[in-house]
C-alpha cells in the first residue's frame, strides 16, 4: 500500500524524523490560509500523487506571497499531472501540501528497503540526492552506498557510522544523522514497510537534517496489523479494477497488453505471463486467484478481467491442488452464462480431478479451446490476439 507524502511525514513526525512545517490543502483558499499561518516565506506548494518526478511535470512550484500560494495552488490542483512514474495518461491532482522553505546546504539520497538475497534489511544512500536515483546507480554505481542490517540483531552503530563516511557527513551533522536513521529504521520494522524512501534528505546551512521528500510503502499482508495505516489509503490513486479485485481477494495487477489470464499461484501466474510473452503477445494482467479459490471467485476473476476493454483472449492456466480442477470448470461454466464472456477463451489444467474438470468442460457448451500443456496454451491465445 502507497500513501502520500503528507501522510508519510505525519508518521515521520510521530518517529521524531524531522521534516519541514506544512499542512495539506484540497483548495486554492485553503492553501492560502496554511501559508498565511506559517507566517514567512518563501513556501512550496507539492502536488501531492503517488507518482515521483512531481517537479519535473511542473507540479512542485516555490510561492514567495499568498497571491503566489494561491495562483500556484490553483495551477496544480485538478490538474492531470504527467511524470514517469505515472505512464502518459498521468494522474488527476486533487491536493497539495503547502510546507515550509528549507536554506539548503546539501541534498542526500536515503532509503531502506528488504534485501530477499541477503534475508536483511538494506539502507541505500548516495550524495547525489535529489536526482533520478535509477539513473546515478546507472551510470556511477560508485556514488552508491549500500549497508546491511540483519534484521534479528537490529541497527547497530557500527551501520550508522559507515553510512555516515560514505556520505562524507561533516562532523556537526553526524550525530543527528545517526539518531534520524536510527529513528527511520524502527518506523521501517515496526510498520512493516516494504520502502522507506527520503529523496532529497537535506543538510541545511545551519546544519539540521530535514527530509525534505518522504514516500512510504507498506506490505498488504501486514496491514491487518495497521487499521491506523489503513486509514490512509486513497483508492481515488490505485487502479480502479485493482480496487475492486482486492474487495474478493484476488491478487490482480492491471497490465497494459490484450491477453487475459487467470492462474492459481503466483510463481504459476509468472510463468504464464512470460509464456505469453514469448509467443509474441503481451499480458492485461496478473491474477492469481489463490490456491483456495472458490466458483464465486473465479466469477468474480471473469468479470474483473473482462471489464478490461483492451483484453481480446483469455488464457485460463490451472494446476489442481487446493484448488480442484472441477471446482474451477464448474466456476467458468458458471461464470460464463452469468458474464456472457465475449471473448475467446482458451483454458488449460492440470492436477487433480483433471478428468472431471474436462468433462464439465465439454458437456457445457461453451466455445473454448483446450491445450496441453503452457506451451501450446499460449501459442493458441497469441494467435487469438493477434487476429
Known amino acids: 500500500m ?26 486554492p483558499a485553503k492553501a492560502r490560509e496554511v501559508a498565511a499561518k506559517m507566517d514567512r516565506f518563501p513556501v512550496v506548494v507539492k502536488a501531492q500523487i503517488h507518482a515521483g518526478g512531481r517537479g519535473k511535470g511542473g507540479g ?24 514517469h512514474q505515472t505512464g502518459p495518461e498521468g494522474k488527476t491532482v486533487k491536493q497539495v501540501l503547502v510546507e515550509a522553505g528549507v536554506d539548503i546546504e546539501k541534498e542526500l539520497y536515503l532509503s531502506l528497503i528488504p534485501d530477499r538475497e541477503t534475508a536483511s534489511i538494506m539502507v541505500i544512500a548516495s550524495q547525489a540526492g535529489g536526482m533520478d536515483i535509477e539513473e546515478v546507480a546507472a551510470n556511477t554505481p560508485e556514488k552508491i552506498i549500500k549497508v546491511y542490517v540483519n534484521p534479528l540483531a537490529g541497527i547497530q552503530p557500527f551501520h550508522c557510522r559507515n553510512v555516515c563516511f560514505g556520505l562524507n557527513l561533516p562532523a556537526p551533522v553526524m550525530k543527528e544523522f545517526t539518531n534520524l536513521l536510527k529513528q ?81 499461484g503466483a510463481g504459476l501466474a509468472m510463468a504464464v505471463m512470460d509464456t505469453i510473452k514469448l509467443a ?28 478490461d476493454s483492451k483484453v481480446k483472449a483469455i488464457l485460463i492456466n490451472i494446476f489442481g ?64 490476439a493477434a487476429a
Do not use: W
Request: hydrophobic share 45%.
Open 2 to 27: 502507497k500513501i502520500h507524502e503528507f501522510q508519510a511525514k505525519q508518521v515521520f513526525r510521530k518517529y521524531q524524523v524531522p521534516v519541514p512545517e506544512g499542512e495539506v490543502a484540497t483548495t
Open 60 to 83: 512542485v512550484q516555490l510561492a514567495h506571497s499568498l497571491e503566489e500560494v494561491e495562483t500556484h495552488a490553483k495551477a496544480i490542483i485538478g490538474m492531470n499531472l504527467v511524470t
Open 184 to 264: 527511520l529504521y524502527q518506523l521501517f520494522v515496526e510498520n512493516d514497510c516494504s520502502l522507506v524512501e527520503i529523496n532529497p534528505l537535506v543538510i541545511t546551512r545551519d546544519k539540521r537534517v530535514l527530509a525534505l521528500d518522504a514516500k512510504m510503502d507498506f506490505d498488504d499482508n501486514a496491514m491487518f496489523r495497521h487499521k491506523d495505516l489503513l486509514e490512509f489509503r486513497d483508492q481515488d490513486e490505485e487502479d480502479p479494477l485493482d480496487v475492486e479485485a482486492s474487495k474478493y481477494n484476488l491478487n490482480y495487477i492491471n497490465l497494459d497488453g490484450t491477453v487475459g489470464n487467470m492462474v492459481n
Open 280 to 307: 509474441g503477445a503481451e499480458p492485461a494482467n496478473f491474477l492469481d486467484v489463490g490456491g483456495g479459490a472458490t466458483a464465486e471467485m473465479v466469477e468474480n476473476g471473469f468479470k474483473i478481467i473482462l471489464s
Open 321 to 384: 491442488g487446493i484448488l480442484r480442477c472441477d471446482v474451477l470448470a464448474k466456476g467458468v461454466v458458471e461464470a460464463a452464462r452469468n458474464t456472457k464472456i465475449h471473448v475467446p477463451l482458451v483454458v488449460r489444467m492440470e492436477g487433480t480431478n483433471v478428468e472431471e474438470g474436462r468433462r464439465i468442460l465439454a458437456e457445457s457448451g461453451l466455445e473454448l479451446f483446450t491445450a496441453a500443456d503452457m506451451k501450446s496454451a499460449g501459442e493458441i491465445v497469441a494467435k487469438i
